[in-house]
């Protein structure tokens, strides 16, 4: 049984929506509460949210279409959300190309933070006020975060590309395990957050960057030159 709720069409990509999308407001709940939020400002922050992570996936979506791949799709979900794209286009990419897909999604939900964040000394009320905020904390805190060169984000794919167009073979193997043993270590220090401010939601993430990183460095040893889409 599939998870997936829903499949729109976005700018002619296909884009599905995972009911784990519904941890997002959950895990911001949390989090809004925690600093004494109120619950309104949860609804608009959510639908902030979504908007900019499928502007930051079309990003990508835009990139691999410029290289001539016409097979990607796009999924939200409760981490966010990820392009796919099949197999035999990512054999054919090149690691510039793979650099390039990588750093355009950030640069994509990057743009409207910064609109946001010019509007702020314009808004005419309190509304406006709040909603332009949004836009700019989000817009620019999730794509700068996303540019750290940890993986699964998109700085971790893009350090990655860069290694494999500057180094040679057997450096950028030691470089992309280091890489992948980095994200262990953030996901393990997630996890010590999550369990020292009893934060379910810090625990889950902690999860997925340990799991991504394990399966990645299984799948280098068993699997050699097969790598993850960007996130
Ligand atoms: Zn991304």
């Not at 691999?64 to 990512?90: A, D, F, N, P």
């Not at 993986?151 to 794919?157: K, V």
Request: glycine share 10%.
């Amino acid at each position: 049984m599939s998870l997936r709720s829903a499949q729109l069409e976005v700018f002619g990509f296909p884009t599905f929506i995972h009911a784990s999308i519904l941890l997002l407001p959950a895990s911001y709940a949390w989090a809004l509460k925690q600093a004494g939020l109120p619950m309104w400002y949860l609804a608009s922050f959510t639908l902030v949210l979504i908007a900019s992570v499928l502007i930051h996936e079309l990003g990508h979506a835009w990139a691999l279409r410029w290289y001539g791949s016409r097979c990607q799709t796009i999924t939200l979900h409760g981490l966010g959300g990820h392009v796919k794209w099949c197999e035999h286009c990512q054999s054919v990419m090149r690691p510039s190309w793979k650099f390039t897909v990588a750093v355009a999604g950030p640069l994509a939900g990057f743009a409207p933070g910064v609109l946001g964040l010019l509007a702020i000394p314009f808004a005419a009320d309190q509304v406006t006020l709040m909603l332009v905020t949004q836009v700019a904390f989000v817009g620019i805190g999730l794509n700068v975060t996303n540019l750290l060169p940890v993986f699964p984000l998109d700085g971790g794919h893009a350090a990655l590309a860069l290694s494999q167009m500057i180094l040679p073979r057997i450096l950028h193997t030691v470089a992309a395990t280091l890489l992948h043993l980095s994200g262990i270590a953030v996901g393990v220090g997630l996890a010590y957050y999550g369990y020292t401010m009893s934060d379910p939601f810090a625990g889950l993430y902690a999860l997925a960057f340990i799991g991504i990183n394990a399966l990645a460095i299984f799948a280098a040893v068993f699997k050699p030159g097969q790598e993850r889409a960007p996130t």
